[in-house]
């Protein structure tokens, strides 16, 4: 089992970077795939994108492709989601997820642990 915690969040202006944390427990991080989502009021949790358990995989959702860039390092168990050029359509709140099974996944059901969030505000 692995419990997670985001960190990271602020405001940002349009055109700005913010880079968010996921801070994971326990001595087998490196066991599970990591996935970064995000919520806005109103819509349902969508998925930004996954980071294989060694770091050497990633997948992103096209509407941050080029913008974002998940990375890890298992020595710190912990996950990044470095996000470029903000535009407000990003305002959400981000979830971390840890996923327990070979392989990395775009669904919510492809998650097994989760955080509860950071609000990420963006200012037009």
């Known amino acids: 089992q692995v419990q997670v915690v985001e960190s990271g969040g602020g405001l940002v202006q349009a055109g700005g970077s913010l880079r968010l944390s996921c801070a994971a427990s326990?001595?087998?991080?490196?066991?599970?795939?990591m996935g970064w989502f995000r919520q806005a009021p109103g819509k349902e949790r969508e998925f930004v994108g996954g980071?294989?358990?060694?770091?050497?995989?990633?997948i992103y959702a096209d509407s941050v492709k080029g913008r974002f860039t998940i990375s890890r390092d298992n020595a710190k168990n912990t996950v990044y989601l470095q996000m470029n050029s903000l535009n407000p359509e990003d305002a959400a709140v981000y979830y971390c997820?840890?996923?327990?099974?070979?392989?990395?996944?775009?669904?919510?059901?492809?998650?097994?642990?989760w955080g509860r969030g950071t609000q990420v505000t963006v200012s037009s």
């Open positions: 980071i294989s358990r060694s770091g050497g995989s990633t």
């Open positions: 997820a840890a996923r327990s099974h070979i392989g990395l996944g775009r669904e919510t059901f492809d998650y097994d642990y």
């Open positions: 326990g001595r087998t991080f490196s066991s599970y795939a």
